[in-house]
């Protein structure tokens, strides 16, 4: 840990299943002491996306669309000189274009992506990879050596992990049982081996949630709300109130219906992190990450059915397994686990952060320098001990959102309404002095 907590911008992308694992990194890096700022790229998804119901020929489109994120880089600039952080933490598809990435390479601002997809069916690594200080994946070789093959030397393997105060187990009323329980029930898009491997199953007392299963007449009975997207907080009481919970890993190719395949999805520790039992197909990267009768595993499709009829029968044994998982999770398989693994690997590689070991004094300093600044044209007027009582207060509110020393006072008051809570007495005053200069201007 750096001796000083540091200021993280994360970018998160639009949309996604990336997208929350965007918001339990901000969380954890919070509960670590950092100062944690996220650019919210959700709220520009249906702009974007209604680029396409516009009715234009596909090359305008594209061309609409590259300028569109232009933009959004742009807004990413812009919080990155408010905040002026000393990282920015970047997941998969984050809108974060190739000249953004220089642009903070030669303001000095370090950058770090966590590619959390499968590097053989999303290639666009290929292009930004080089770019960024870190790339930390979630796959080992063949992937790393394809990123030394294109400049990219500082790879980390970070597998996925859970956020333990939000994959927890729940209690649930019993309406909420009987909407999301079921003996047999699974979370996740229709991937065609999901769709073969789950007809065998018709007739049983089995949900499927999740989005994607379009075309699919066959398990359109098990389908829950015609294939809705089911968000993360919905997500716990179905795991929840599921007896056995099915996790097979997507695969495009219906040929060989359990994939073989080798990185871990983010499912395996949310629901070990909720004490929910979970039958898992192997993967080659589990050993490192699970000890043996941790989690009940499958190797073939004939094994998964008769595994999930064996569980259904033994609810000790579903029991024991889901205590040992959760017991591994919580110990080494946590958002926060991982983000101080990638903090000491960045300092590994780059060095020390520029401001480590800066003693209070000095840290204080800079704050109140930067308090100066912004009091600069509200102080006119005042008593030279009023003034000075103004920049000392305001060098505490500087500090407490995450701002950088050359933020102005526009940054400190979008960033006090971004925030929620019952604000201070001096939070409450910069915001009035807004509105009045609002009205003086006018």
């Not at 669309?65 to 952080?85: D, G, H, K, Y």
């Not at 998969?92 to 959390?116: D, E």
């Not at 029968?313 to 889901?322: D, K, L, W």
Request: contains cysteine; negative net charge.
């Amino acid at each position: 840990m750096p001796s000083a907590p540091l200021r993280i911008l994360v970018v998160l992308p639009m949309y996604g299943g990336s997208l929350p694992i965007g918001r339990y990194c901000a969380h954890a890096l919070e509960e670590m002491g950092h100062h944690v700022r996220t650019f919210e790229a959700p709220l520009m998804y249906s702009a974007f996306a209604g680029l396409q119901s516009l009715g234009l020929p596909q090359a305008q489109t594209a061309q609409l669309e590259n300028s569109f994120l232009q933009v959004v880089s742009q807004a990413v600039w812009a919080q990155v000189q408010a905040q002026e952080p000393h990282l920015v933490l970047a997941l998969a598809q984050a809108p974060i274009g190739r000249s953004l990435l220089q642009r903070l390479k030669r303001a000095g601002v370090r950058t770090a992506m966590w590619f959390v997809e499968d590097h053989t069916v999303f290639q666009y690594w290929r292009a930004y990879a080089p770019l960024y200080d870190v790339f930390a994946i979630i796959q080992k070789q063949p992937f790393m050596s394809l990123l030394a093959g294109v400049g990219q030397n500082n790879y980390l393997y970070l597998p996925m992990a859970a956020q333990p105060d939000f994959h927890k187990p729940v209690v649930l009323s019993p309406e909420e049982r009987r909407e999301y329980g079921a003996d047999i029930g699974f979370l996740g898009a229709g991937y065609p081996n999901r769709r073969l491997a789950f007809r065998p199953l018709l007739g049983r007392n089995f949900k499927i949630w999740g989005s994607d299963w379009e075309g699919e007449s066959l398990l359109a009975a098990q389908v829950q709300r015609g294939g809705a997207r089911i968000d993360a907080a919905e997500s716990v009481k179905i795991y929840n109130a599921t007896t056995v919970n099915l996790n097979l890993h997507s695969s495009i190719h219906a040929t060989d219906l359990v994939s073989h395949g080798d990185f871990v999805n983010p499912r395996t520790f949310e629901l070990a992190a909720m004490n929910a039992f979970q039958l898992l197909d192997e993967r080659s990267l589990l050993a490192e990450l699970f000890a043996p009768g941790e989690l009940a595993t499958f190797g073939t499709i004939e094994e998964f059915y008769a595994k999930i009829e064996y569980f259904l029968a033994h609810p000790q044994e579903r029991s024991a397994y889901a205590a040992r998982a959760r017991a591994r999770v919580l110990r080494d398989h946590t958002y926060r686990h991982r983000m101080q693994t990638l903090l000491e690997f960045i300092v590994e590689r780059l060095g020390p952060w520029s401001e480590a070991g800066v003693d209070a004094h000095k840290e204080e300093s800079r704050h109140i320098a930067a308090a100066a600044q912004l009091a600069q044209s509200l102080s006119q007027g005042l008593t030279p001990e009023l003034a000075a009582n103004l920049v000392a207060t305001m060098s505490g509110t500087v500090e407490r959102l995450g701002l950088g020393p050359h933020a102005d006072f526009d940054a400190v008051v979008a960033a006090l309404r971004a925030r929620s809570g019952v604000l201070d007495e001096m939070e409450t005053c910069l915001l009035f002095l807004d509105e009045w200069r609002k009205q003086y201007t006018k």
